[in-house]
């Protein structure tokens, strides 16, 4: 089963009324934004945080494509 949520850090660019336009956003045309929070670097970047199983193989992933078949 797949979760269909994501966690993105983005870019605000513009504010118009109620909408938010966004820069370096990772996620497909069409994908609901769902929530924004401000980036409050105090809480949200985690000193000594570590990437887990990932650390050993990120040198690989440069130019992998994804097995996830998006139709």
Do not use: W
Request: glycine letters at 8%.
């Amino acid at each position: 089963m797949l979760n269909p949520i994501g966690l993105s850090v983005v870019k605000l660019a513009i504010i118009k009324g109620n909408k938010l336009q966004v820069e370096q956003l990772d996620i497909l045309d069409e994908t609901l934004v769902l929530d924004s929070k401000p980036y409050v670097t105090a809480l949200d970047h985690q000193l000594g945080s570590r990437i887990g199983s990932f650390e050993r193989i990120k040198g690989e992933v440069s130019g992998k494509l994804s097995d996830y078949p998006f139709t």
